[in-house]
């Protein structure tokens, strides 16, 4: 996961400052196919996301910026809202769905998804929140997982951006799970 300057990302990348998982670095090495990230309102922002290579391990990766989440079409924002929602109680799809210029089917898919995940996403941001705010009082439960998990990424991305640098909650989200939020190959 990188940021979504991609100015910036090809400097870090130039410079030898991205790492692979196997300690090596990674460099430039083209872009990956052209995909079109929605946005609210049913906008769509094409892009090429790029790519990198490991010089030990020689394995390719690509950069995705955490605006994105592996595997779907729409900006993290818009999912994020949607998400929020349903912590709050809605329990309208469809409103939400129109509101963000999605498909229904598409909306009720992350809030499934995000359903099956949320006891394993609230207690690693909770840990993580903790970890980033070692003076962070308990996290309060709320009236659904959906919402437990969603406050615990909240006081994850809140302690973070008192520490380290101010940034959107669902960014955060994306870059502590590696893009895997809702990932249905495996939980982040």
């Known amino acids: 996961m990188v940021g979504t300057d991609d100015v910036e990302v090809e ?3 130039r410079a030898g400052l991205l790492g692979c998982d196997c300690g090596g670095e990674l460099r430039p090495w083209g872009r990956a ?4 990230l929605r946005d609210a309102g049913g906008g769509e922002d094409r892009r090429a996301p790029r790519r990198s290579r490991c010089s030990s391990c020689r394995r390719t990766h690509v ?10 079409r729409d900006a993290v924002g818009v999912i994020g809202a949607a998400l929020t929602a349903r912590a709050r109680g809605s329990s309208i799809v469809r409103v939400a769905a129109r509101v963000l210029g999605v498909p229904f089917a598409t909306v ?3 809030l499934r998804r995000f359903a099956l995940v949320a006891d394993a996403l609230r207690a690693r941001f909770t840990v993580l929140a903790h970890e980033l705010d070692p003076l962070l009082g308990a996290i309060g439960a709320t009236s659904s997982a959906v919402g437990d998990a969603v406050e615990a990424i909240g006081r994850a991305a809140r302690a ?6 101010p940034g959107d909650a669902w960014q955060f989200a994306v870059a502590a799970t590696g893009g895997l939020l809702l990932c249905n190959t495996s939980c982040p």
Do not use: I, K, T
């Not at 196919?33 to 079109?36: G, H, L, P, V, Y």
């Not at 950069?63 to 779907?72: E, I, N, Q, T």
């Open 11 to 13: 400097r870090v990348l």
């Open 33 to 36: 196919s052209e995909r079109a």
């Open 63 to 72: 950069l995705l910026p955490v605006d994105s989440l592996l595997r779907r």
């Open 108 to 110: 009720r898919g992350w």
């Open 160 to 165: 973070a951006a008192l520490r380290l640098d």
